[in-house]
C-alpha cells in the first residue's frame, strides 16, 4: 500500500486515495472491482449515505488511517475495540476523542475491509464533510464502482432469480450510475443516493455468491446509444419492477428524451407477475392527506387551498389496450388550476409507492376522497422491465437479448 505522506498537495493526496482504493482491491473472489485498472479514477463512486447528521457510531476492526483533506495530513490509528464516537463540534470533526480542524476528513480501513456506521457496513472509505457553520456533517461512501454494485444488484433485484437476468441488472446499474454521475456529480458533493432515489445501495449486506457474479462477468459493461455525432454515448438505463404490460417513454417520466428509451411492448412480465402485484388492489386517500403531502413536497401548489380534483393531462395509449397517465391537472377548492407528472404526483401522495403502484390506473374524485383503481404494474414503468427481465431469462434469453428488447437502439460497450 501506498504510504502518503503529510506534505502531499491536495491533488496528490486525493489521487493517492484512489489509487488506495483500486489498488486495496484482494483477488478473493468477492465482487470487488480488482480488475479494475489503475487510472480509472472517474469510476469512483460518490454515494451519499447521509446529511445533516452530528453524530455517527463507528466501527472498524482493525488499524486504519484518517485523512485531512484540507491539511493533506495523514494519521494512523490504532484498532479501537467497540465502537468509535463521531461528532462535529464548533472546533471540527471529532473522532473518539480527537478534534480535527478541518471540513473534510476520510477514514480509510486497509485493504479491501469494511468500515461499519450506524450498524451498516460498506467497502471503500467514509468522508465526513461539514457544513459551513460546523453544525451538520454529510457522511460519504467513496467506493469503485464494481464494489458498489455488489452492494446493490441483490438490493434491487432477488438474488435467486437466473443469473441472465442478474446479469442484465448489473449493466443496467453500471450504465444508470456512471449516467448519473456525469449529469449531476459534478454540481454536488456526491453522486447518487443510496436509496430509490437512485438505486438502493445496501453495501455489504447486499453482496451475496450470485449477485457478485453477475458484476465480475459483465465487468466494465455498460449501454451505449448511438447519437447523432456517430458516438455511442451513456443514457439513463433505468428500470422498474413491473411495467403492466408496455415500458414507457422515459420522456414523459424524466423528461429526457433518448431513443432506447421510447417504450416497447412487454409481453413477459404479465406472464410471471402474481396477478395481485401486476394488478394493485384500489385505493383511497382523503383529498385532506392529498393535500398535505402535496403541499409538503409541491409548497407551490398551497395556492389551491385545497386539492379537490385529479384530473388526467396526458396519457399514453400502447396498442389500444394499456394506457398510464402520464401528467395530471390539480383543481383547487378555489377553482385555481396546476399541472404536474403523474410519477412525481404518486409518490408525493404515496411517498412509499406500495399504495398507488403505478400511474397506470384510473382516478376517480369522490366527495372527500380520491380513489386509484384499476392499477397494473409497479414503479415509473421506463427502461427495462425487472419481472419481464425474469421472465425473458427463465425462457433462455441472454443479458444481452434483454437489455437489446427493453433498450432498443442501444448496445453493450466495454468500458474497462
Ligand atoms: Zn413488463
Given at each position: 500500500?501506498?504510504?502518503?505522506?503529510?506534505?502531499?498537495?491536495?491533488?496528490?493526496?486525493?489521487?493517492?486515495?484512489?489509487?488506495?482504493?483500486?489498488?486495496?482491491?484482494?483477488?478473493?473472489?468477492?465482487?470487488s472491482?480488482?480488475?479494475?485498472?489503475?487510472?480509472?479514477?472517474?469510476?469512483?463512486i460518490r454515494?451519499?449515505?447521509?446529511?445533516?447528521?452530528?453524530?455517527?457510531?463507528?466501527?472498524?476492526?482493525?488499524?486504519?488511517?484518517?485523512?485531512?483533506?484540507?491539511?493533506?495530513?495523514?494519521?494512523?490509528?490504532?484498532k479501537?475495540?467497540?465502537?468509535?464516537?463521531?461528532?462535529?463540534?464548533?472546533?471540527?470533526?471529532?473522532?473518539?476523542?480527537?478534534?480535527?480542524?478541518?471540513?473534510?476528513?476520510?477514514?480509510?480501513?486497509?485493504?479491501d475491509?469494511?468500515?461499519?456506521?450506524?450498524?451498516?457496513?460498506?467497502?471503500?472509505?467514509?468522508?465526513?464533510?461539514?457544513?459551513?457553520?460546523?453544525?451538520?456533517?454529510?457522511?460519504?461512501?467513496?467506493?469503485?464502482?464494481?464494489?458498489?454494485?455488489?452492494?446493490?444488484?441483490?438490493?434491487?433485484?432477488?438474488?435467486?432469480?437466473?443469473?441472465?437476468?442478474?446479469?442484465?441488472q448489473?449493466?443496467?446499474a453500471?450504465?444508470?450510475?456512471l449516467?448519473?454521475?456525469?449529469?449531476?456529480?459534478?454540481?454536488?458533493?456526491?453522486?447518487?443516493?443510496?436509496?430509490q432515489?437512485?438505486?438502493?445501495?445496501?453495501?455489504?449486506?447486499?453482496?451475496?455468491?450470485?449477485?457478485?457474479?453477475?458484476?465480475?462477468?459483465?465487468?466494465?459493461?455498460?449501454?451505449?446509444?448511438?447519437?447523432?455525432?456517430?458516438?455511442?454515448?451513456?443514457?439513463?438505463?433505468?428500470?422498474?419492477?413491473?411495467?403492466?404490460?408496455?415500458?414507457e417513454?422515459?420522456?414523459?417520466?424524466?423528461?429526457?428524451?433518448?431513443?432506447?428509451?421510447?417504450?416497447?411492448?412487454?409481453?413477459?412480465?404479465?406472464?410471471?407477475?402474481?396477478?395481485?402485484?401486476?394488478?394493485?388492489?384500489?385505493?383511497t386517500?382523503?383529498?385532506?392527506?392529498?393535500?398535505?403531502?402535496?403541499?409538503?413536497?409541491?409548497?407551490?401548489?398551497?395556492?389551491?387551498?385545497?386539492?379537490?380534483?385529479i384530473?388526467?393531462?396526458?396519457?399514453?395509449?400502447?396498442?389500444n389496450?394499456?394506457?398510464?397517465?402520464?401528467?395530471?391537472?390539480?383543481?383547487?377548492?378555489?377553482?385555481?388550476?396546476?399541472?404536474?407528472?403523474?410519477?412525481?404526483?404518486?409518490?408525493?401522495?404515496?411517498?412509499?409507492?406500495?399504495?398507488?403502484?403505478?400511474?397506470?390506473?384510473?382516478?376517480?374524485?369522490?366527495?372527500?376522497?380520491?380513489?386509484?383503481?384499476?392499477?397494473?404494474?409497479?414503479?415509473?414503468?421506463?427502461g427495462?422491465?425487472?419481472?419481464?427481465?425474469?421472465?425473458?431469462?427463465?425462457?433462455?434469453?441472454?443479458?444481452?437479448?434483454?437489455?437489446?428488447?427493453?433498450?432498443?437502439?442501444?448496445?453493450?460497450?466495454?468500458?474497462?
Open positions: 500500500m501506498t504510504v502518503l505522506k503529510p506534505n502531499f498537495r491536495l491533488s496528490e493526496l486525493v489521487a493517492g486515495v484512489f489509487f488506495i482504493l483500486i489498488a486495496a482491491c484482494a483477488p478473493n473472489g468477492r465482487a472491482g480488482q480488475t479494475v485498472e489503475q487510472g480509472h479514477n472517474q469510476y469512483t454515494v451519499l449515505l447521509d446529511n445533516d447528521i452530528t453524530k455517527a457510531k463507528l466501527k472498524i476492526d482493525t488499524q486504519y488511517q484518517l485523512f485531512d483533506t484540507e491539511s493533506a495530513r495523514v494519521f494512523d490509528v490504532a479501537t475495540d467497540g465502537t468509535i464516537d463521531i461528532a462535529i463540534g464548533p472546533n471540527g470533526i471529532k473522532i473518539g476523542e480527537q478534534v480535527f480542524q478541518t471540513k473534510r476528513l476520510i477514514v480509510q480501513p486497509p485493504d475491509l469494511p468500515f461499519t456506521i450506524d450498524k451498516r457496513s460498506y467497502r471503500g472509505n467514509l468522508e465526513l464533510i461539514a457544513d459551513s457553520n460546523n453544525k451538520s456533517m454529510t457522511a460519504i461512501n467513496n467506493v469503485p464502482i464494481e464494489t458498489y454494485l455488489a452492494g446493490v444488484i441483490s438490493a434491487e433485484m432477488p438474488s435467486y432469480w437466473d443469473i441472465e437476468a442478474l446479469k442484465s448489473a449493466i443496467a453500471r450504465t444508470y450510475c449516467y448519473i454521475k456525469n449529469r449531476f456529480g459534478g454540481n454536488r458533493l456526491w453522486d447518487v443516493k443510496a436509496t432515489a437512485n438505486q438502493v445501495y445496501r453495501g455489504v449486506a447486499a453482496e451475496t455468491v450470485r449477485t457478485d457474479r453477475a458484476v465480475n462477468d459483465t465487468l466494465g459493461m455498460v449501454l451505449c446509444n448511438q447519437t447523432d455525432s456517430g458516438e455511442c454515448q451513456i443514457f439513463g438505463a433505468y428500470y422498474s419492477s413491473i411495467c403492466g404490460g408496455h415500458t417513454n422515459a420522456k414523459n417520466i424524466f423528461g429526457e428524451s433518448c431513443t432506447a428509451l421510447e417504450g416497447v411492448a412487454c409481453p413477459y412480465c404479465s406472464q410471471l407477475t402474481r396477478p395481485s402485484l401486476f394488478y394493485w388492489p384500489m385505493v386517500f382523503s383529498k385532506n392527506d392529498i393535500s398535505e403531502n402535496l403541499f409538503d413536497r409541491y409548497p407551490n401548489l398551497k395556492s389551491l387551498e385545497r386539492i379537490e380534483k384530473e388526467p393531462r396526458k396519457e399514453s395509449i400502447y396498442n389496450n394499456f394506457k398510464r397517465i402520464t401528467s395530471v391537472t390539480f383543481v383547487g377548492v378555489n377553482g385555481k388550476t396546476a399541472t404536474l407528472r403523474a410519477e412525481d404526483m404518486r409518490l408525493a401522495i404515496d411517498p412509499t409507492g406500495m399504495k398507488i403502484q403505478s400511474t397506470s390506473c384510473v382516478i376517480i374524485n369522490l366527495n372527500d376522497e380520491i380513489m386509484f383503481l384499476a392499477g397494473r404494474g409497479f414503479g415509473h414503468g421506463a427495462l422491465c425487472q419481472y419481464g427481465a425474469r421472465e425473458m431469462a427463465r425462457r433462455g434469453k441472454d443479458a444481452q437479448e434483454i437489455l437489446s428488447f427493453y433498450y432498443p437502439t442501444s448496445r453493450i460497450k466495454t468500458l474497462y
